[in-house]
């Protein structure tokens, strides 16, 4: 296992379950795993690994608020591990499972764009 795949959740790579939601302690973003990957990874915020278990409160003022990327309700999946989450905190990031960045699933773009 390379070092890019250590989390400071469990020192090793983990593989999400459904149901579970992840968060991101910095910026509060929080996504909901849809579908379990093949294999085990790292969940990732801009980089950092996300922390799984309970989201932060409804009152936590993120720092990126603003201009948010990642859309609440969004969908986001990775093509080769088959992990698929959904948004329920949005934020200014990139998510990403073991280095490869989340894609938007088709269906769930943004009207507006």
């Not at 608020?65 to 986001?76: D, E, F, I, K, S």
Request: aromatic fraction near 8%.
């Amino acid at each position: 296992m390379t070092a890019e795949m250590t989390n400071w959740v469990g020192n090793r790579a983990c593989l999400p379950e459904v149901g579970q939601p992840y968060r991101d302690a910095a910026s509060g973003t929080v996504v909901l795993v849809l579908t379990r990957p093949q294999w085990p990874g790292v969940l990732s915020y801009d980089g950092v690994a996300m922390l799984p278990g309970r989201p932060l409160p409804c009152s936590y003022r993120s720092h990126t608020a603003t201009g948010a990327v990642l859309r609440p309700g969004q969908r986001y999946y990775d093509p080769v591990s088959g992990l698929e989450v959904r948004c329920l905190r949005g934020g200014n990031g990139c998510l990403a499972y073991s280095q490869w960045p989340l894609i938007p699933a088709v269906g769930d773009q943004d009207p507006d764009s």
